[in-house]
């Protein structure tokens, strides 16, 4: 939902997401609240809070365990009985963008947290993650858009990751876009409003890594309200 005063715009949304892997279950639900300041006739800064509770699963009977030294996998083996946490979750994001460019930066999970397994000593933090995002607008003609992009997302346990992506935009009704994860997926992304305030989108991520023996890439189906439209 998105309320305008003066040049200041203000918007206000929820999230609500879950994922399947194997023997984990996520689930997400949350309320995020932004706000839009034009600093200048191109350039508008925007600043973004989120918070959330995260159910994160884990189902031992799904899974066999080989032998490993990974204490977080001798952990996982050690619980006898499936676990199920709930963890409290602050995102905080800026973004920064004119006509033709953008730039953005967000962190994920300020409050950490960690996962208590059942039977076992180990509990692995959730880290603050970040990510960077650059990216431009190509103008092709009154319909059509081109906007590539990178993002590079970094947290203190794991090596960066760097993502490159192209969308097409048109009209602003419909848009398709491809995406690689270095070394590690390929991700295609399409969807459509089906009037002016609802959208629904699908994307699929075939992953590049040997994960790719356990399943033909995952699906993601998403729907996203908008409930004011200047």
Do not use: C
């Not at 590079?152 to 990751?161: E, H, L, Q, R, V």
């Amino acid at each position: 939902m998105i309320k305008e005063k003066g040049k200041i715009k203000h918007a206000a949304g929820g999230i609500l997401f879950q994922d399947d892997f194997g023997a984990f279950s996520y689930t997400a639900f949350g309320a995020s609240y932004n706000v839009h300041v034009p600093i200048n006739s191109s350039w508008t800064i925007s600043a973004a809070l989120k918070g959330s509770m995260k159910n994160w699963v884990f189902d031992p009977t799904k899974t066999q365990m080989g032998t490993s030294n990974d204490p977080t996998l001798q952990a996982f083996a050690a619980s006898s009985q499936a676990f199920n946490d709930w963890i409290p979750s602050i995102d905080f994001g800026l973004y920064a963008y004119s006509k033709h460019l953008f730039f953005s930066y967000n962190s994920d999970q300020l409050t950490q947290g960690e996962l208590r397994f059942e039977n076992s000593p180990v509990s692995p933090a959730l880290q603050m993650t970040h990510y960077g995002m650059i990216g431009g607008r190509l103008i092709l003609n009154q319909s059509l858009h081109l906007v590539p992009s990178t993002l590079i997302k970094y947290t203190a346990s794991a090596p960066a990751s760097i993502d490159f992506n192209l969308k097409l935009d048109v009209r602003d009704r419909y848009f398709a876009a491809v995406g690689y994860r270095w070394n590690s997926d390929i991700i295609l992304t399409g969807a459509v409003f089906v009037s002016n305030l609802i959208k629904v989108g699908y994307s699929f991520d075939y992953p590049l890594t040997e994960t790719k023996s356990l399943g033909f890439g995952s699906h993601e189906l998403f729907l996203g309200i908008q409930l004011f439209k200047k």
